[in-house]
Nanobody, 121 residues
């Protein structure tokens, strides 16, 4: 069984930094796309940043120039380094990954439970 285990988050000051990590754990035979999304109550979920196994990255407009995404393919882990945080960055951040859970299965999409980031002055 595959789980996306998220860590990091919590409270931060305006202008400060936070690091979020997510690891695909359990029975994992391959990991493709990995990404971080965020969601505010009443708003649509939006992409923050994503990274492919070959390190190609995509950033949402909300992250451009301030956030950096990376991954460790040997550990099936994605890391989001957030800098110059703003109050509007406050949200629940969710890890998303496309994972192959067994040798006999196709890749499937998984979501983490979400981790809260609160940015205040």
């Amino acid at each position: 069984q595959v789980q996306l285990v998220e860590s990091g988050g919590g409270s931060a000051q305006v202008g400060g930094s936070q690091r979020l990590s997510c690891t695909a754990s359990g029975t994992v035979f391959g990991v493709g796309f990995m990404g971080w999304y965020r969601q505010d109550p009443g708003k649509e979920r939006e992409l923050v940043a994503s990274i492919m196994p070959d390190s190609r990255t995509t950033y949402g407009d909300n992250a451009a120039g301030r956030f950096e995404v990376s991954r460790d393919n040997t550990k099936n882990t994605i890391t989001l380094q957030m800098s110059d945080l703003r109050p509007e960055d406050s949200a629940v951040y969710l890890c998303n990954a496309i994972v192959r859970p067994s040798m006999d299965s196709l890749y499937r999409e998984y979501w983490g439970e979400g981790i809260e980031v609160i940015v205040s002055s």
